[in-house]
């Protein structure tokens, strides 16, 4: 049995298309995920997808006792199920309590990794805890192209050990995905939007993470001022609890319910985030895209080097880029070098099944 723990949101798209070819094959799988108070984003994802899963443990929150706490509970909930099941190997992305489990049973645990590092370039400072506490036990670690080799070399593992992907994440769900501006009306229905003004879409910071240093000001400063001097529709996803966002921005639609946003991406005029993936989708559709993120990690720099993203660092310019990308026609048709080809995910889950 292959043994799944979803601990984001973005794991359980990534994973989904290689957990069909699994079982395709004919192949069990055992998928567990976590949730909490203010975090439900995983379960409603896997509930979305018709995906059978356990959970097991919960969020931590933001303070870094009750992350332990929760972290030291998972992984003793984890280990009491998982010893169930005749389970041969761990695949997972960045889940420390899973690693640390599977390692101490001692089930080989293949890692996917596309952000060892809160940076560009190699500075081992800037390495992930979820990074430190996990790549070093991995029996196998796939990464995106461009990932150095040098960083995970350096997290104590072998050449042979290192499987290179030639695609961004997002692109394994978005590459046969088809967007329908149907599906945006009937979604955004209930909210009488007027849909000839500008549509922007924001998302927050993952500022709960142990690897994002705090909350920072820059997108909430700004969300007034977009407001009053372009009268958009702002539609914002939360990132976790949603009431706050709904009395300090009475003006925007919060969307509370889970819906699959990359319909909403394709068909936005502006999307503003502050964290990877879904920034990924908006320049996948070719939707002018403003990272507000605290850092910029490899991905991002391939993006933005290939001008399908712009990062900012301060309120002024936000508002500069905003106003820049509302004043540009958008062509959607055109292809952008994230649309990769020959994604072969048969060739990934070969590599795991090995």
Same mark, same amino acid.
């Given at each position: 049995m292959i043994w799944f723990d979803l601990v984001t949101p973005k794991s359980v798209l990534f994973f989904i298309p290689m957990i069909r070819e699994i079982e395709k094959r004919g192949r069990k799988v055992l998928i567990t995920a976590r949730e909490g108070d203010g975090y439900s984003e995983v379960v409603e994802l896997?509930?979305?997808?018709?995906?059978?899963?356990?959970?097991?443990?919960?969020?931590?929150?933001?303070?870094?006792?009750?992350?332990? /706490?929760?972290?030291?509970?998972?992984?003793?909930?984890?280990?009491?199920?998982?010893?169930?099941?005749?389970?041969?190997?761990?695949?997972?992305?960045?889940?420390?309590?899973?690693?640390?489990?599977?390692?101490?049973?001692?089930? =080989?645990?293949?890692?996917?990794?596309?952000?060892?590092?809160?940076?560009?370039?190699?500075?081992? +400072? #800037?390495?992930?805890?979820?990074?430190?506490?996990?790549?070093?036990?991995?029996?196998?670690?796939?990464?995106?192209? $461009?990932?150095?080799?040098?960083?995970?070399?350096?997290?104590?593992?072998?050449?042979?050990? &290192?499987?290179?992907?030639?695609? &961004?994440? =997002?692109?394994?769900?978005?590459?046969?995905?088809? =967007?329908?501006?149907?599906?945006?009306?009937?979604?955004?229905?209930?909210? /009488?939007?007027?849909?000839?003004?500008?549509?922007?879409?924001?998302?927050?910071?993952?500022? #709960?993470?142990?690897? $994002?240093?705090? +909350?920072? =000001? &820059?997108?909430?400063?700004?969300?007034?001022? &977009?407001? +009053?001097?372009?009268?958009?529709?702002?539609i914002i996803i939360p990132r976790y609890e949603s009431s706050y966002l709904k009395e300090e921005f009475p003006f925007a639609i919060v969307l509370e319910e889970k819906i699959i946003i990359q319909h909403l991406l394709a068909f936005a005029d502006l999307f503003i985030g502050g964290g990877g993936t879904l920034n990924t989708e908006a320049c996948y559709f070719n939707t002018p895209t403003i990272s507000t993120r605290s850092f910029i990690c490899h991905y991002d720099k391939y993006q933005i080097d290939e001008n399908l993203m712009v990062w900012v660092s301060t309120r002024d310019e936000l508002m500069k880029e905003v106003h820049n990308a509302l004043s540009k026609k958008i062509n959607r048709n055109n292809k952008n070098v994230l649309d990769v080809e020959n994604l072969n995910i048969k060739e990934i889950v070969d590599t795991i099944l090995s």
């Open positions: 896997l509930r979305l997808y018709n995906m059978e899963f356990v959970n097991r443990g919960e969020f931590g929150g933001a303070e870094l006792k009750d992350k332990l /706490h929760a972290s030291i509970e998972r992984q003793k909930a984890l280990m009491e199920f998982v010893t169930i099941y005749d389970i041969d190997r761990l695949v997972c992305l960045s889940s420390v309590d899973a690693n640390r489990v599977a390692f101490g049973l001692g089930i =080989p645990v293949i890692n996917f990794y596309d952000i060892p590092l809160s940076d560009f370039e190699t500075n081992f +400072k #800037k390495a992930l805890p979820q990074a430190r506490l996990t790549l070093p036990l991995s029996t196998r670690v796939f990464k995106p192209f $461009v990932v150095p080799d040098e960083i995970f070399l350096r997290f104590s593992l072998d050449e042979e050990q &290192i499987f290179d992907y030639n695609f &961004i994440d =997002p692109v394994i769900w978005l590459k046969d995905f088809t =967007p329908s501006f149907e599906y945006v009306e009937k979604i955004l229905a209930p909210y /009488h939007l007027d849909f000839s003004k500008k549509m922007i879409i924001i998302r927050e910071e993952e500022y #709960k993470s142990s690897y $994002v240093d705090k +909350k920072y =000001p &820059i997108l909430y400063e700004a969300l007034s001022d &977009i407001q +009053k001097e372009f009268n958009p529709n702002i």
